[in-house]
């Protein structure tokens, strides 16, 4: 019997989970049993840990792409698929499982470049590369591995993102409550569940950036001296610029209707150079000195509430026509940003007093693990031969199974 068909006829199934996001901190590993499939499926964490990039391999993938020869990025595929091997050895090690316990591993990798757009002079066809080769991963720790989720999407006409929201619905959705699980990671993006929804009947797509040009705005304004906003301590000490904010909202993505998906293409370093350039032509064209620690907690909250403002007008435009909204279950990095949270929980309260403002752990799902513990889901799907996009949210032409797989 092959891997994947003993895998399937288990009663249940261990699965590692792997994740990398846009923010390029590292690796988060989720080690899961797992029990049936689609809207059956029983999952539950068993164990959960991490593992930080280098620096610099961090600022290779968070720098300017158009930097990185194609050796670099060969190179990169393989360091990554090592990494990557080296985070699932270690959670399945401090989980105190042996390797052939595993049925499994789930790797997101890390996206490099995510083109959904067929914008090119050349060649005008969607694309996308995530990074970090699976068969390295398969042959580095002998368990069968799944990875490249994206592509079966985009060939059937589909963006290719977001891929948790198949996971979202799995877990959240209700009989009774209309649920936003909103994510803020590098991007924003947003899932929403209708009551009784079907999959069909699910929303979900990237919102614009999340803590990405934060992290970005600081590291550059610094020198590399700091790399985010603890706590939203810079911004909550800072005072949003309203006029330069306006500025930033004229954007065409945030106006532009789902399915939509976005990355650092549009929203990386060389987005966050061009603000704090105009910022700083802003501030001088009013009769001010530009000064960088004078304007340094301003321009900080500002497009801290760009991230707000791109949030709540998805939830009033997007959302809201369709259905109710009586939870909205905040993840990712930016769910520590208290000053994102506190201002989140002020537009909502705005919107509808009655909506309820979670976080994952308040609903028994470490915030840290939630994306892992998503791809054991969309890994366990693949096993068992099941389809595991979400059409509605990608606009891809059908269910399509989404994930390659690397024997050992």
Not at 291 to 311: G, M, N, P, W
Request: proline share 5%.
């Amino acid at each position: 019997m092959d891997l994947l068909t003993s895998a399937r006829v288990k009663p249940s199934r261990l699965i590692v989970g792997l994740m990398s996001g846009t923010s390029a901190d590292g690796i988060d590993a989720c080690l899961c049993r797992i029990k049936g499939f689609g809207i059956q499926t029983a999952a539950e964490i068993e164990h959960f840990s991490s593992l930080k990039y280098p620096e610099t391999l961090k600022h290779m993938i968070t720098s300017d792409l158009n930097n990185l020869g194609l050796e670099d990025i060969a190179r990169l595929n393989f360091f990554l698929g090592n990494l990557l091997a080296q985070a699932a050895l270690k959670c399945i090690e401090e989980a105190g499982y042996a390797i052939c316990e595993i049925d499994a591993i789930s790797s997101h990798g890390q996206t490099l470049i995510h083109l959904p757009d067929c914008h090119h002079r050349v060649l005008p066809i969607p694309a996308t590369l995530q990074i970090g080769d699976i068969s390295v991963i398969a042959q580095l720790t002998g368990i069968l591995t799944i990875g490249d989720f994206r592509p079966a999407d985009m060939a059937q006409g589909g963006q290719g993102a977001p891929l948790v929201p198949y996971a979202d619905f799995v877990m959240f959705r209700h009989d009774d409550l209309g649920k936003i699980v909103q994510n803020i990671g590098g991007i924003s993006n947003l899932t929403y569940l209708p009551p009784s929804c079907s999959l069909d009947d699910v929303i979900a797509f990237d919102t614009g950036p999340g803590n990405m040009v934060i992290d970005a705005t600081i590291n550059l304004l610094t020198k590399g001296n700091l790399s985010m906003d603890t706590d939203g301590e810079i911004a909550n000490s800072g005072t949003v610029n309203r006029e330069f904010l306006s500025h930033l909202l004229s954007s065409d993505y945030f106006y532009k209707p789902p399915p939509k998906s976005t990355g650092r293409e549009l929203f990386g370093i060389q987005y966050t150079q061009r603000i704090i350039g105009e910022y700083k032509e802003f501030i001088q064209k009013q009769g001010v000195v530009w000064d960088i620690k004078e304007h340094f907690k301003d321009i900080v909250a500002t497009v801290s509430e760009l991230t707000v403002q791109t949030i709540v007008y998805s939830y009033k435009t997007w959302v809201a026509p369709r259905g109710p909204i009586d939870q909205v279950i905040l993840g990712g990095g930016g769910a520590y940003n208290l000053y994102l949270v506190r201002r989140l929980k002020e537009e909502l309260e705005s919107m509808d007093p009655n909506i309820q403002v979670l976080t994952h752990e308040d609903i028994g799902i470490p915030n840290t693990a939630k994306e892992a513990l998503a791809f054991c889901i969309l890994g366990n799907e693949v096993i068992g031969l099941k389809p595991n996009n979400v059409p509605s949210a990608t606009g891809a032409q059908k269910p399509v199974i989404l994930g390659k797989v690397a024997f050992p």
